[in-house]
């Protein structure tokens, strides 16, 4: 069983391992978190004190690293989670690192080499690498069931309910929207086309005070063809709108809404058992999932899915996209 902890409890994500956990008690155990912010922490003791009735609200960071958790999941501010994620690093602990991978470059960069140094396991929180549609696209494109991909393109917007958290919580941030969404379609972009040789953003502030980057489309240029990522966040539906596009030679995927079981082909010829021609698939749920790729990681039973130097090549492109030159994502 592999029992871990919290380092900041702020993030919406940090639910769905709870969640994992009630329904796998025999594989996860949370025994505790950790928050500076006293709302953050009545909050969760109250969301999941039911569940996990033992649940130990840490008094600190080094509660946390003192107590017999084998990994520590980082969900707190942005800005917050390298330094959380470099302090279980030094403690000895795994890391599940919630996106995007913080704010600075050359900070990611040390603790990657740290996570190397040590032999601890470092993994990125991107929540849709193990839905099973997402997960057949990237093994149809891998087998070459596309042919030569030309073509991604990602939309992922917010509803228009969420922009005065844009105000709040992501001011702070150069991108606004795009630093806080674009990051789960760059992981997925990057794996199937390959790190971009240019990108060019356009930034837009088109609604309320126009003080933060709300609405933005970047062109990311591919030895072998171009991807777009956009988003808005005016949506007044936003959820089923979401899709991701994947366009090649001898075949089209298309996933959307992006999290559902849903997958349509377009394939020029029969392949991995699926007929030549137009097919909408409803994909099983698989037992994949980011809780269980760490733990075997943990246990030496497999390699990383996702590598260090992906996960760099993810961070630099989002910050690219973001307008970023310097490596520091805090304005």
């Not at 549609?133 to 228009?160: T, V």
């Not at 606004?176 to 997925?188: P, Q, R």
Request: glycine share 10%; charged share 25%; net charge negative.
């Amino acid at each position: 069983m592999l029992k871990f902890a919290y380092l900041g409890a702020w993030h919406s994500h940090a639910s769905m391992h709870t969640r994992e956990s009630t329904e796998r008690p025999e594989e996860f155990k949370p025994i505790g978190f950790y928050d500076p912010d006293p709302e953050v922490v009545a909050r969760r003791a109250g969301e999941w004190s039911g569940s996990f009735p033992d649940l130990t609200v840490f008094p600190s960071v080094e509660a946390v690293l003192d107590s017999d958790a084998e990994a520590v999941i980082v969900e707190g501010h942005v800005y917050q989670n390298l330094d959380y994620a470099e302090q279980a690093l030094e403690a000895g602990k795994h890391v599940l690192l919630e996106k995007p991978a913080g704010v600075n470059i050359e900070q990611l960069k040390r603790i990657h080499e740290l996570s190397e140094r040590k032999g601890l396991c470092l993994q990125m929180a991107y929540m849709w690498r193990y839905n099973p549609a997402i997960a057949e696209m990237l093994r149809l494109a891998k087998l070459g069931a596309f042919g030569d991909i030309f073509y991604y393109r990602g939309h992922i917007p917010k509803p228009l309910s969420w922009h005065p958290q844009l105000a709040q919580e992501f001011k702070v941030y150069h991108g606004g929207i795009y630093f806080e969404m674009a990051g789960h379609l760059i992981d997925l972009m990057v794996i199937l086309m390959g790190k971009p040789k240019g990108v060019q953003p356009a930034l837009g502030r088109h609604y309320d005070s126009r003080s933060e980057v709300d609405n933005a489309v970047v062109v990311h240029e591919f030895e072998s063809g171009l991807g777009t990522i956009d988003t808005a966040g005016m949506h007044i539906e936003s959820g089923k709108t979401r899709r991701i596009e994947v366009y090649g030679t001898k075949g089209t995927a298309i996933h959307t809404p992006i999290g559902s079981d849903n997958l349509s082909l377009f394939l020029g010829e029969a392949a991995e058992g699926y007929a030549a021609g137009s097919q909408d698939v409803t994909m099983i749920r698989t037992s994949g999932s980011l809780l269980r790729e760490l733990a075997a990681c943990i246990r030496g039973e497999k390699q990383p899915d996702y590598t260090l130097a992906h996960d760099r090549a993810v961070q630099r492109t989002l910050f690219a996209g973001c307008g970023i030159t310097d490596g520091n994502a805090l304005r």
